[in-house]
């Protein structure tokens, strides 16, 4: 039985659709009256815990033997996780697979860069079977810039940095083959799309596939603060946003790897293709 954590984010509802596709044995957690119906709709089990709530958590994962480990970065991110991995090891769960970053790293000034690095070699200690997954930046996060992209700008604060961008749908079917198949014990896994791309690539490739003309506006970091701000992000979310595109105007993320496609039998999808999927999201703000 898999216990999935984060299911109601996006990585993990894509996880939970292919692994109810393939009637896998798999259990959500939930934290909201309510969220529990989609999961259940699939045919997965669904248990009501907080993170934050030991015995409720206790109970939920009770009973399981995999551990899907993916919750949201803020300031008690690693306090949180670490907690989440004693609970499932005392409970007899044999496997962990964590979703980290990849520029993950003690030392960075990127927030969620060190508490991912403290809870990835938290888990490499432990004496059961883990495997860390460290995506790139995710295409699905230009939806949010949709709005301003529809009336022809693709604001953005990279300069000429390269981002290899991912499908977050391609780090979900890593996810369930290394949930599902033996062979992925102890293994960090950097997983990338098909091409490292500047934001003027990616305005070409939305001015392509959107047939309007898109236009890469590099942003002060005042601007970018602001328009962070209008969004109702809080302080902590707005600086690591910040620091994160830093390191990609510095050239610090990493390059193209073919992880993705030796663990799954398929190429990664591209920008192209991303983009002529979720067009009319695009055309319709």
Known sequence: MIFITGATGSIGSELCRSLAAENTPSRVV???????????????????????????????????????????????????????????????????????????????????????????QYLRHQ????????????MQNFLDYAHPIGKGILPHMLGDGQISYIDLRDIALVAKHVLTQAGHAKATYYLTGPASLTATDVA?????????????????EVDTRKALGYSGLDAWHIDALIEQFKIGANGGEIDVTGEVERIIGQAPRTLTQFVNEYRNHFLTH
Request: hydrophobic letters at 40%.
């Open 30 to 120: 939930y934290r909201k009256e309510g969220q529990q119906i989609r999961f259940e709709m699939l045919g997965l089990e669904a248990v009501r815990a907080d993170f934050d709530d030991a015995d409720s958590m206790r109970q939920a994962m009770r009973g399981c033997d995999k551990l899907f480990l993916l919750t949201s970065p803020d300031p008690k991110h690693a306090e949180r996780e670490i907690a989440i991995i004693k609970l499932a090891i005392d409970l007899g769960v044999q496997h962990i697979v964590k979703v980290s970053t990849a520029n993950t790293n003690q030392s960075s000034t990127l927030a969620y860069a060190r508490s991912h690095a403290q809870i990835d």
């Open 127 to 138: 004496p059961i079977d883990w495997t860390i997954l460290r995506p790139t930046g995710f």
């Open 204 to 220: 070409s490739e939305l001015t392509a596939g959107l047939g309007i003309e898109i236009q890469a506006l590099n942003q002060s």
